[in-house]
């Protein structure tokens, strides 16, 4: 666009909106490593002792943090992992395959897209038990997972709808198989949105909260976001510090993934939801 | 090798878009599909190499039937017309997928891929991936990758499409060039009439999923079988004049032409005058006024009013010093005149 | 291998799992609905048992005097049946002492009969011994629990009930779900319904319009500033998106708890500590609404964004040339091209506020006073996580059903604004 | 022969770690005993406190129970017992263990009885303790009174002479000298809990019908005890947005004399000392909770956790976690837990221990609150009803309704939900 | 409204686009700004509507110095290459759109609409989309919309580019005529060279930001001022053949032409020669085998291959029975081959 010599009227105003959530972003971080004094904002002296649930744990009754982070680890990553796996060939069927039933479950998928999931949580919490899964990490991995496949076989068939029908056809014509044409041909044309689903679905699992919550309460299966609320909940030691610390070694790999792969992120949330 | 499409129907739906449509395209011959947008070209197409089903009619390569045969069990290759290059794969991995999916030796399908990289001269760019090459490279690359098969038959869907002016001027020798070397058999679909006239054996002009005329260019454009294949081909194209036929041609703004020899009919008539056949070099006998002069380099476009009503388009060498305004009084080469009935066909 | 072949096959993991974990429990929800389903009665199905609690309510309920009577007396009684049986299984001089001093004797209950074992000259030594030695000469059937029917109406025979109240007590002494329609009923009842649905009301109303309309304003306002500073907004305001909620929320509570910024703050000006989140229930409602509207316009952020951009670059270049000042661009050209999207999100974001709960659980919990109680969260509380104890899975999930009917007739909306026909196009290659 | 023993107490942090730790000792003993016997008993015990709340917490082992993945042993309100006995997640202690025999012999009836439901030991005191009415003597001093006035309050507080209406004056009175802030004359407890029903009580309600075991709504002393409250926000003596107020700022306000009066558990009394009050017995006065009006009654509640065996697929499982719950009942065990957490004795014999008896508080407060104390219900409804009771309170404390109204829609709540086992006066 | 360009300059960043470049377009004149892709056409006209700021020069209307006037302030018209149409307007609203931010009144817009509406002759399809529209019905709303203002200057980036062939010819005599009848001052960017060479009064010629020739069609296509100019006018294309001049021109393969009379450099040169200039008709002179014929309906390209190297391309009349392979000996239009030295000037 043209520079507009009035840009400083928005940015004003985008800077006054803005300034609550940078302000909790700044203290955040300044909070996790130096508690200011109560009734002042201003920083105290630098203080590594929030950190020390890295190295001890801050309560005799939970678990330690490295356990609770790699269960997050091994939660999000398997769920982003089967997410991107059946979505990529459920979304390469829909956008691709003729076959029976095409439309229902088309239609089916749009409406699970938009469906309020998280009201069945007392039925899953049945169906989990059935399958002896409630309370274990694979348990809400795989309802996770099943809960987010909608979306991801959304965003994949729209990746897929981009790839130009030429490139198969030519595929089929150099006398490959659908299926090796999927493989080999369609499949590299799709990255960047495999990608992406891969990103989203392990950011979503890794921030997911009521799952774990209400599917898996016990202690080997803590992950960060309930050990975290349950700190916080404890009312035997509140300390804000220790909570922000807590909070940033929580958001850093989120901040990260954010960084490295802000585009792709940008992109999926722009592309994955149009119609 | 001869292709022959036999009473073959396409429907979408219950839409039928071709019905009972013949065709043989002769051993080594390329032939032209031209027609306008929505004709059934591309249909046509996709049920020549199997990637739609036929829903009537037969399919014939040689003595063989390939009717029922999976796209990927024809002998086919196919030029996109935005090529369809693998993007993720280099020039060389593009030409050679088709021989990699026959699971041939690594060291023969290089082999391969040489022939035909220096056949469409690209030797220097087997490394390179589809973005990093031109238009025109990019076209070759897709023709050697439909090619390396040794295919029965060669198919091109609008394959200069996409091209700028001088690298389609380019690509139709190409194109050509390589068909000839290989006498291969190849169909060419094309809605541009310069393209299929430049590079075709003969012509099959299609109109709503028919084959209108099938011809060799010359005859086609000389000899026109109807008031829409001969507005279809030339360039500017020609004019079309109401008339009357009697004794004479009368023009709907009351001037009359001589009768062309060999034109029998009477009644209401449409003529057809090509612009290179009227001007000023073919004598006089149509009286207008210049409304319209486009220069064009080496030629100038003329529209002529006729008095009395009626256009005609005339296009003589440049650098007649003539200009918007100017009366004329111009003739027609004589034997040139296309005279059609009432319902289009060629009288 | 033909499309239709390699389509299921790729198609079919992803619908197993889906018809496991979403179609299934939809099923179930509907199932639920229909149940007194709750902690109390376990979901598995129940036992047979009536207790001293359940005694008192006896009067209550149609069947014979005689029938309550034997019922409350019955109790524990030395029988020769019972002594054969105690001989057997435990020691022949203990059955006989007992027989000596107690036969025909009638013991309230159980410990009573406990004690007299425990002090013979020769005890049952064992306390579970005792206690199933005890069990053989049980009548009564107070306290104990039967897993069966059957078990439980033999039990009725041998403590001499009479067969015309069988039905009526075993229906009474069943602890299990029962089908029912009172949920709903209750559901009309209770004035709190229509509180939470207006709750629920408000807070779909007044977040959506904050989300679509500050969601609006950061796409138009990043897109018309210069790249560096377009991109630092964005990045503040896509943050709270992908932030996992327990610590966004964590930091608005820093934000405004007593002790926190605008606490400190305001202090500066002289104005008394409080908690700003949870004062009133105003300020309850704006926390709300902020919390849940900025993530909701970080995403209408992005999605606004891309659909500006999608705007070919000529047809603002157009709207200069053509006289219109920043404001008319975005008033003539720039918003009536984001219907679409805007219409998109709206009814996304429709289904996701009247189902989320997540933030407002971890904010305000409801509170105060349940003024910012919304449905879903009631569900939750009601079938999941309250301080009672007491879970009505039954009671939730008709709370919960009528957020899926709600869900299932606004997603059938929803697919009108996708273009349904273009979907059912027929893939291009035909095989 | 190996057992394993999970073992979940609820509501608990670093300081109730007897709650868990006793069993493990208790595990001890009893593979002493079978060693001496002969027998080889391996028995691990496993616990777990890291809950983030009491709603988590029974979510947790309900849904457990279900999925057969509970644990052996919980810790938890012996409300749960009518449920969970009633869902059959639970099995009856006495049929594992002999209550006439020590150590269960010697726990206080009234805790025992608290622990049955329908005519069946379900379970096992754990601890016990009351929710007493706190005062500052200082600001007390400021208004006024003597420090034998002050002394002698328990007292004027137990014979009704000393009423919640004197609390709302003297309140007014320290605000308006000035000895207190606004909002912190009387400083309850910031989320639901037992505490509440006292209230109720005071003002002369009855949660049972002791005839009929039905659920009792009094209407009149609802309102009344909900007015109290808006009283006290009009007054400016309490907090309007005073629930959900941080239990970590709550503990460091009362404990340092911020607020003038407030009312709170008896184990509160080490967290204090925690916040910098070491002087517990020349800063603060405590009671009993003072009667609403006249026709009410001062009265506290104690509220014991209990332990309950949990139903296992494996008897034997539960055979030994029923013993390992005798075991840990034992007055020298118990006492630990009790003295750590600030708890009151479940058995007799604790005053004889020396530990026990060296503790002025756990001493005195036993002395003084706990043969006052009755308990709530154990009743299938009483979780609704409590629920009930305490949003109506919300929603009147806050202002979001007026007492009557909240009254009203508490009566329409616990009809519907309670329905036959409720009597409404 | 002349419109004067001086001394302009436009940089991206670090690299100047455009360097020190003056024009003059007179009132009432069309000119074309013709160039290859990236030569900046666009990017002057971005800077006379005032879309993008100029980093140095002035641009003037008439006297009116509008250098950093912004583009609202302007009174330019702009028809864009893909029409820039509002999707969700009408026809009318989008004609009325430059009116309507000007806060006219309705009946006043509607009556100015109108006007336009019949001028561009879409008067019955004011209340379609444009989506209801076919692609030349679009490029008249957009040339409405365009000059509803009475603007002082008309801009056109190629907006021709996106219709075909048929449509293409009709809009060019269409624009041309409708430019003619308001006497509104014009540019046209186009890469094409025949639409530059039809419509216009003057062509630009640019290349790499710089303008190598300004003038008539007819100038430009014989009197060419490089190398460059020479090779991007003219279908079919000029051949170059590189020869040395002394007494007279020796081709490099060894064949000798009469010096053209008035050429006198020595040396190294290059020869163009047009297709039209080549061919029997002009006598013999070079001769050659032909290696590649083009029916292109009215006449046939025929490229032949020179003995000893070099090719050259002629355009014949149809229905000369010309044949790949045969041997040709022809000769050069007498005065029409053209020079070129070294580094491409025209000698
Ligand atoms: N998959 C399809 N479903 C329904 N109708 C179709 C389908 N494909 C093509 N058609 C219709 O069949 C007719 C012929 O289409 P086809 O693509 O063969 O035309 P074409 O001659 O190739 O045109 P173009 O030059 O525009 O490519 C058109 O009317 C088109 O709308
Ligand atoms: N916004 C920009 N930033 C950087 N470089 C630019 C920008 N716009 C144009 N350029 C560069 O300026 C040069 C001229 O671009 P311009 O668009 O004017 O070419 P053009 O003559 O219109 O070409 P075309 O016929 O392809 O439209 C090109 O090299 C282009 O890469
Ligand atoms: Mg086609
Ligand atoms: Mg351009």
């Known amino acids: 666009m043209t520079a507009h010599p009035r840009i400083w009227h928005l940015v004003l105003i985008l800077s006054i909106f803005s300034t609550p959530l940078v302000i909790m972003y700044v203290y955040q971080v300044i909070d996790s490593i130096a508690s200011p004094d109560p009734g002042s904002l201003i920083p105290g002296e630098i203080d590594l002792s929030n950190w020390r649930f890295l190295w001890e744990r801050i309560d005799m009754g939970r678990p330690s943090i490295w356990m609770v982070t790699f269960n997050t680890f091994i939660f999000a990553s398997t769920t982003a992992f089967l997410v991107t796996l059946l979505s990529t060939t459920a979304g390469y069927a829909l956008s691709r395959l003729d076959m029976p039933g095409r439309p229902y479950f088309l239609g089916g998928l749009i409406i699970l897209h938009a469906f309020p999931t998280i009201t069945l949580i007392i039925a899953i919490f049945i169906i989990l038990q059935f399958l002896g899964l409630f309370d274990t990490l694979l348990g809400i991995i795989l309802v996770k997972a099943a809960l987010e496949l909608p979306f991801g076989v959304w965003i994949m068939k729209g990746f897929y709808d981009t790839v130009p029908w030429e490139i198969e056809m030519a595929g089929v014509q150099d006398g490959a198989s659908r299926f090796r044409v999927w493989w080999e041909l369609v499949l590299p044309q799709v990255k960047p949105g495999l990608a992406a689903l891969l990103i989203i679905s392990f950011l979503s699992g890794w921030s997911e909260f009521v799952l774990p919550l209400v599917l898996a309460p016990g202690s080997s299966t803590q992950v960060l976001s309930t050990y975290m609320n349950a700190v916080i909940q404890d009312d035997a030691s509140a300390d804000f510090g220790l909570f922000k610390a807590i909070g940033m070694f929580y958001s850093i790999p989120v901040i990260v993934i954010y960084l490295v792969f802000q585009k792709q992120l940008m992109n999926i949330y722009g592309g994955g939801t149009k119609g | ?347 | 291998m033909t499309s239709r072949m390699l389509g299921i096959g790729f198609l079919s993991p992803a619908i197993i799992s889906v018809c496991i974990f979403f179609l299934l429990p939809v099923l179930l929800t509907v199932v639920f609905a229909f149940t007194n389903m709750s902690t109390s009665t376990g979901i598995m199905g129940g036992d047979y048992r009536i207790n001293t609690e359940q005694l008192r309510s006896l009067p209550d309920l149609d069947v014979s005097e005689a029938t309550v009577e034997r019922l409350e007396t019955a109790g524990f009684q030395i029988t020769e049946a019972g002594l054969t049986a105690l001989a057997d299984q435990f020691s022949k001089d203990t059955a006989e002492e007992l027989r000596e001093d107690y036969l025909g004797e009638t013991f309230e209950s159980r410990r009573d009969l406990e004690r007299v074992l425990k002090d013979l000259d020769e005890p049952i030594r064992r306390t579970r011994d005792r206690k199933e030695a005890a069990d053989l000469f049980a009548v009564t059937l107070i306290g104990e629990r039967f897993g069966t029917e059957e078990e439980f109406r033999a039990a009725l025979g041998t403590t001499g009930i009479d067969a015309v109240d069988h039905d009526v007590l075993t229906e009474f002494a069943y602890t299990g779900w029962t089908w029912t329609t009172d949920n709903f009923s209750l559901l009309m009842e209770l004035p709190s319904t229509l509180r939470y649905a207006a709750n629920t009301a408000f807070y779909v109303v007044a977040t959506l319009t904050f989300n679509i309309l500050f969601g609006l304003f950061l796409a138009i306002s990043t897109f018309y500033l210069p790249g560096r500073l377009a991109n630092t907004f964005r990045a503040i305001w896509f943050l709270p998106r992908i932030l996992p909620p327990v610590l966004y929320v964590l930091m608005w509570n820093w934000f405004t708890w007593d002790n926190g910024f605008i606490a400190t703050v305001m202090g500066w000006f002289g104005v008394p500590a409080k908690n700003w989140m949870m004062h009133t229930s105003t300020h309850a409602w704006t926390a709300i609404v902020l919390i849940n509207g900025f993530v909701g316009a970080s995403l209408g952020m992005i999605l606004f964004s891309s659909a500006i951009k999608a705007i070919p670059t000529s047809m603002l270049y157009a709207s200069e040339v053509d006289g219109a000042n920043r404001w008319q661009q975005v008033r003539y050209i720039i918003l009536p091209q984001m219907r679409w999207p805007i219409l998109f999100m709206t009814s996304y974001q429709t289904l996701s506020l009247l189902t989320s709960f997540e933030y407002i659980l971890l904010a305000t919990d409801g509170g105060p006073g349940r003024s910012t109680e919304v449905w879903a969260l009631a569900a939750f509380h009601t079938a999941l996580n309250n301080y009672g104890g007491n879970l009505q899975y039954g009671f939730g999930a008709a709370y919960a059903l009528v957020l899926v009917f709600i869900g299932i007739a606004l997603s059938v909306a929803y697919l009108r604004f996708f273009n349904f026909k273009e979907l059912l196009s027929k893939p291009r290659i035909e095989q | 022969e190996d057992i394993n023993i999970t073992v979940w107490a609820g509501g608990s942090n670093d300081s109730d770690s007897y709650r868990i730790e006793a069993i493990e000792i208790a595990a001890d003993i009893l593979e002493r005993e079978a060693a001496i016997l002969g027998e080889e008993l391996n028995i691990t015990v496993e616990g777990r406190r890291d809950f983030s709340g009491w709603d988590e917490f029974k979510q947790g082992v309900t849904l457990g129970a279900e999925a057969g993945t509970a644990p052996s042993i919980v810790v938890t309100s012996h409300l749960d017992i009518a449920p969970w006995s009633t869902a059959g997640y639970i099995v009856p202690v006495e049929d594992y263990v002999d209550l006439d025999a020590w150590p269960l012999s010697n726990v206080y009836p009234n805790l025992m009885e608290i622990a049955s439901y329908g005519g069946t030991q379900w379970g096992i005191p754990q601890d016990a303790e009351s929710r007493p009415f706190f005062f500052w003597r200082e600001t007390l001093e400021g208004i006024g009174y003597t420090e034998d006035q002050i002394d002698a309050l328990p007292e004027m507080v137990a014979s009704g002479e000393y009423t919640l209406a004197n609390v709302l004056e003297d309140a007014k009175k320290a605000l308006d000298m000035g000895l207190i802030e606004e909002g912190y004359g009387f400083y309850p407890r910031p989320s639901n809990g037992p505490d509440y029903a006292q209230f109720y009580q005071s003002f002369g309600g009855e949660l049972v019908d002791p005839d009929t075991g039905k659920l009792v709504l009094d209407k009149a002393a609802m309102t009344e005890f909900y007015q109290f409250f808006v009283d006290a926000v009009a007054a400016g003596i309490t907090r309007q947005n005073h629930i959900g107020t941080d239990w970590n700022q709550w503990y460091n306000e009362v404990a340092n004399g911020r607020a003038a009066f407030w009312h709170g558990g008896t184990w509160h009394f080490g967290r204090y000392a925690r916040e910098g009050n070491d002087d517990f017995w020349n800063t603060i006065q405590f009671s009993l909770i003072p009667a609403g009006d006249d026709d009410g009654r001062a009265n506290t509640i104690t509220h014991p956790l209990v332990y309950l065996v949990m139903n296992q697929e494996d008897d034997r499982v539960e055979e030994i976690a029923a013993q390992l719950v005798a075991i840990a009942t034992e007055p020298r065990l118990n006492s630990l837990h009790a003295i750590q957490s600030n708890h009151l004795a479940v058995a007799k014999a604790q005053s004889d221990i020396d530990l026990y008896r060296g503790d002025r508080w756990a001493s005195e407060a036993t002395e003084v609150l706990l043969g006052a104390a009755n308990s709530q219900p154990n009743h299938l409804n009483y979780g609704a009803f409590s629920e009930a009771m305490f949003r109506g309170l919300e929603a009147a404390w806050s202002g979001v309704q007026t007492p009557e109204d909240a009254v009203a829609e508490v009566e329409a709540q616990m009809r519907a939900t309670i329905g036959d086992d409720l009597i409404v006066r």
């Open chain 2, 1 to 347: 090798m001869e292709l022959r499409l036999e009473n073959f129907t396409k429907r979408f739906g219950d839409v039928t878009v071709i019905e009972n449509m013949d065709l043989t395209v002769n051993s080594g011959e390329m032939m032209a599909l031209l027609g306008p947008s929505g004709c059934g070209k591309s249909t046509t197409l996709f049920a020549i190499c199997g990637i739609h089903k036929m829903n009537g009619g037969a399919l014939y390569f040689g003595d063989r039937d390939v009717t029922t045969v999976s796209a990927q069990g024809r002998s086919v290759g196919v030029v996109f017309q935005n090529y369809a290059l693998y993007p993720h794969m280099t020039a060389e991995q593009n030409i050679g997928f088709p021989l990699k999916v026959q699971r041939m030796p690594k060291a023969e399908i290089r082999r391969e891929v040489e022939r035909l990289a220096d056949l469409v001269q690209i030797g220097n760019l087997l490394d390179r991936r589809p973005a990093e090459l031109s238009g025109g490279q990019q076209q070759r690359v897709a023709l050697a990758r439909a090619m390396i098969r040794k295919p029965d038959v060669l198919l091109l869907d609008e394959p200069l499409a996409n091209l700028d002016a001088k690298l389609r001027l380019e690509m139709r020798s190409e194109i050509r060039r390589i068909q000839r070397e290989t006498g291969i058999t190849a169909i060419l679909v094309t809605h541009d009439q310069v393209e299929a006239m430049s590079m075709c054996d003969r012509i099959a002009l299609m109109r709503d999923g028919k084959i209108v005329q099938l011809d060799t260019p010359e005859q086609m454009y000389r000899n026109p079988q109807s008031q829409f294949v001969a507005g279809f081909l030339g360039n500017p194209p020609i004019s079309f004049l109401p008339a009357r036929a009697d004794a004479s041609l009368t023009l709907a703004n009351g001037q009359t032409i001589e009768r062309p020899p060999g034109l029998e009919a009477m009644g209401d008539v449409v003529l057809g005058i090509r612009p290179e056949h009227f001007g000023p070099q073919h004598g006089t006998g149509l009286k207008g006024k210049v409304v319209f002069v486009e220069p064009q380099g080496r030629e100038e476009l003329v529209d002529v009013r006729l008095d009395g009503g009626g256009d005609i388009r005339s296009i003589l060498p440049a650098g007649d010093p003539i200009r918007p305004g100017e009366t004329v009084d111009w003739g027609i080469a004589p034997g040139t005149i296309l005279a059609f009935g009432p319902n289009g066909d060629r009288l």
